[in-house]
């Protein structure tokens, strides 16, 4: 029986003659040429003024938040249900992360509990679109309004994502996307930090620059402490080929993302990534939650999986139950939810069969969830 790996890039010729185009030609004069091109495509793709690719969504993070001034005695509030990636730049920066409960259907920040979380101290609120799904954003940016803090977005899981007509990634002050390997679109490893603010882009061009101004005459002369986190010429070729393909990327995550939505549909117990009216999801993850009544758990689940060689993946623990992180059990949600959850495997190559095999585990685990007896 194959391996049905979580997830795994979608690379074509396009993107191997790219690259080894940049690796032969792209030296000397040509060196940000495919950087350039890349920016570029993105931004547009997105509808931004802005884009800054770099070598990860960490780094786009860490850089977006240190222009916006983030620092010491500040408080950045974003959801206990997350990747650490997304909070270690807050971390070091030397501000304090705040983490808050999600809600029970798009497994992203709770608005009210945000609202809550905000204290004289909160200097930004980062919106996660978790697994593809989308924040609340119409609310979110309502509550930065309301007390005059800045609201980002971390959009690295949801490349395709739409709420009402606009991008996922281009609604806060700035986004991050990811390009790692496992991303709907990847250049192996990478990121981008976009923004429509064009006092913020330049903060974060110098930033990325090594502190070095682009209005700056003198050679080797930072004005400021910088970062170091450029994409490379390679990786933005393989970038522009992915590029080329992002709606054929999206699309194939939509239709996997559909085609268990279809074969599930019945199980009044089983809770798949929402896509309410009015929103389009990008489905770089497709998340079955069970229903506690089910009694179906995340133990069973792998178990299942692991049965018929399938690689599912566990549901985000909630940060607050890190060892580095004061403990949080009262995020009711964050910390319940992963005990009755899996990531379905989804890459683009999937085959009918392969698919066929994730759902028919689902079906059993549904049809007879104490466990076959
Ligand atoms: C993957 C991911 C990141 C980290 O991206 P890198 O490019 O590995 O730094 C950050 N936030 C979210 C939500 C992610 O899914």
Known sequence: MNRIHYTKPSITELEVSYATDAARNGWGEHCYEYIGRFEEGFRSHLGVRHAIATSSCTGALHMGLAALGVGPGDEVVLADTNWIASVAPVLHLGATPVLVDILVDSWCLDPVQVERAITPRTKAIIAVHLYGNLCAMDELL???????????????????????????????RFGAFSFHGTKTLTTGEGGVFVTNDDELYEKVLTLSNHGRSRKQQKQFWPDEVGFKYKMSNVQAAIGCGQLERIGELIFRKREIMAYYRERLREFDGLHLNPEPEGTVIGAWMPTAVFAPETNVTRERLQEAFDA??????????????????????????????????????????????????????????????????
């Open 142 to 172: 309502a509550i930065g309004e309301r007390h005059g803090i800045t609201v980002v977005e971390d959009a690295a899981e949801a490349i395709g994502s739409v709420l009402h007509g606009r991008r996922a990634g281009s609604m806060g």
């Open 308 to 373: 018929m060689n399938i690689d599912a993946r566990v549901f985000f623990h909630p940060l607050s139950c890190l060892p580095m992180f004061e403990q949080r059990p009262e995020n009711i949600h964050a910390w319940d939810i992963p005990g009755r959850a899996i990531n379905l495997p989804s890459y683009h190559d999937m085959t009918e069969a392969d698919l066929e095999r994730v759902a028919d585990v689902l079906d059993a685990l549904c049809t007879r969830p104490g466990g076959g007896e």
